[in-house]
Structures are given as structure tokens and as C-alpha cells.
């Protein structure tokens, strides 16, 4: 007896150019691995041979006879810094990271311990050399390129005054720690006093409290340069929220219709208020942390301390 499905199977159409089309996308798919691996060996081979080289020039304006600086005179400090690519791949550049520092004679030799507290050291040996950050940021060049076998070279122009850097640094630190300051003192004064605050209320709303204490730290973040100041900025703002809700506290002292120790309402505000003096220092530092980084992610940087404005020349 035949077996009908042996009968049926040879009338059957031919599977050829189901395979000839597997073949066909083989193909297609064997050149898609081999050109992106090519690409991604060239991409990294790219990366790795690009240079960068860094060149600076000092020029005095203003100078006493001794090469000092007069009052007005000024330091103009031009870095430049060359993109060498060797690579056939265009380069599209998006942001340029750098630093520049001076060796702090003074704090090497030991006359000045505060600026040796504030430099950054360099270990030789058994010594210690301590350098001067003059500037330290990065600075978008979105759409700069580089083209294959070819050289960009980026300018930057930083102007120092007389009054160093350190001093605005300092300057700087002291209005963010009082603008912390202001977001303590006020939430601490809510808290203690929530129905006559604006906006009253009869209970303190913890998320209000929260969201102050939390815009400030990010913004205060968004303007601060380093870390280190980061902290130290949150931990100054306590004693400087602690004196302005005392400030708000004793307001109506001032009118002469409210009779009370000063003393008393100092120790009101510093017991109820220590809730929020503990809570604000570790979430400032948190939220900190986050406005830096939101900081280096747009290369914000410091206008009102240099004037450095990159121009791209292609060679």
C-alpha cells in the first residue's frame, strides 16, 4: 500500500529560493557586522590618537618699576589649546575640560598657612610645592569640528585683577552661605510661627519647608565651583539662618507693644528650631552635589570673575 503522504510530498514547490533569499540577507547582515566593526575600530582608534596640547602666555598691565603690580594693574593670562586629529573620522567636539595653576611661593615657604589650607599640593621627595588654581572649568564648543587629518586650536582669555581670585572666591562663598542662610532662617521662623508667616497657616507644611530648603541647595549649587565650598557654604548657613529667624523673631520688639527677653526668644528659636538646623546642612550638601553636576553637564562657569571666550581657528 503507498503511503499517501510519500505521494504527496515530491508535488510539493521547491524551497531554493527561500534559500537563496536566507543567503541574500546573510549577506546583507555579514556587511552590516563587518562595516560597523570597522566603524566602531576606526571610532576608537580616533579617540585615542587625538591630542591635545596646551600652551599659555602672561602679560602685565600696569607695573611698578620693580615688575610689581600697581593697585589697578591686572594679569591677563591666554591659553590656548590645540586639537591634533590624525584619524580619517571628523571630530564634533562638545565640551573642552581644563585647569591652570601657578606655584604659591609665599604658602611654599610657609608666610601664609591659610593659603597653604587652600592650595593644591604637589608631594616631591620629602617636600611639599603648593600650586594656585587659577581657573578649573569645562566650556561646551558644541558643534566646533575637527576635520580628518586636521588641527583646531581653541583661545582662552582669563583677566586677574589686584584683588585675587581667592578673595572673590571668598566673596562668592560668603553670599551663597548667606542666600542658604536666608532659606534656614525663614523655614525656621515657619515653623515656629506657621499662623503668622506668609502664607499662614496652623500647622507648618512639611513639604513648603522641604521645597525651600531644597531650591535653595540647588541653586546654590548651580553657582558653586568645588565641593569643598559646597560644605562649607551649608555649614555656614546654620549660625546665619539661626540669626536671621532670630532677627524675624524679635521684629515686633522693635514696635515697643511687645515686652520680652531677648535672650528668651533666642533660646525659643534655637530649641524649635533644631529640627530643621539639622536637616538642612545634609540636604543642602545633597542638593548641591546635584546642582553641580547640572553645572558641569551645561558648563556654566563664572562671567563675573573672567572673561574667557573661546574662538575655534582651523588650521
Do not use: C
Amino acid at each position: 500500500m503507498t503511503d499517501p503522504w510519500h505521494m504527496l510530498g515530491p508535488q510539493g514547490k521547491s524551497d531554493r529560493p527561500v534559500w537563496l533569499f536566507a543567503a541574500g540577507v546573510a549577506f546583507v547582515l555579514l556587511a552590516l557586522a563587518i562595516g560597523s566593526a570597522l566603524s566602531y575600530t576606526s571610532i576608537v582608534v580616533a579617540q585615542a590618537t587625538v591630542s591635545i596640547s596646551p600652551s599659555t602666555s602672561l602679560t602685565l598691565q600696569g607695573t611698578n618699576s620693580d615688575g610689581t603690580l600697581t593697585p589697578d594693574g591686572s594679569l591677563t593670562a591666554s591659553l590656548s589649546l590645540r586639537v591634533d586629529n590624525p584619524s580619517s573620522r571628523v571630530l564634533r567636539l562638545q565640551l573642552l575640560a581644563f585647569s591652570g595653576w601657578i606655584e604659591d611661593g609665599p604658602a611654599t615657604v610657609g608666610l601664609n598657612e591659610s593659603r597653604r589650607l587652600l592650595d593644591d599640593r604637589l608631594l616631591e621627595g620629602n617636600s611639599t610645592r603648593y600650586f594656585y588654581r587659577v581657573f578649573g572649568e569645562s566650556r561646551e564648543v558644541a558643534g566646533a569640528i575637527v576635520g580628518a587629518a586636521n588641527v583646531a586650536v581653541f583661545r582662552f582669555t582669563y583677566t586677574l585683577t589686584n584683588l585675587s581670585e581667592r578673595a572673590l572666591h571668598i566673596t562668592r562663598t560668603a553670599l551663597l552661605s548667606t542666600f542658604l542662610g536666608l532659606a534656614v532662617g525663614y523655614t525656621t521662623f515657619y515653623s515656629v510661627f506657621p499662623n503668622v508667616t506668609v502664607p499662614a497657616s496652623e500647622e507648618p507644611s512639611l513639604p513648603l519647608i522641604l521645597g525651600v530648603l531644597a531650591m535653595a541647595g540647588l541653586l546654590a549649587g548651580l553657582m558653586t565651583e568645588d565641593l569643598r565650598m559646597g560644605v562649607v557654604q551649608g555649614f555656614l548657613s546654620i549660625p546665619v539662618g539661626l540669626v536671621i529667624a532670630f532677627a524675624l523673631a524679635i521684629s515686633p520688639v522693635l514696635t515697643g507693644f511687645l515686652e520680652v527677653q531677648v535672650d528668651d526668644i533666642f533660646s525659643f528659636i534655637t530649641r524649635l528650631g533644631l529640627p530643621i538646623y539639622l536637616f538642612a546642612l545634609p540636604l543642602y550638601i545633597v542638593t548641591g552635589i546635584a546642582g553641580m553636576l547640572l553645572r558641569e553637564r551645561f558648563g556654566l562657569h563664572s562671567e563675573s570673575f573672567f572673561a574667557a571666550r573661546p574662538s575655534p581657528q582651523r588650521k
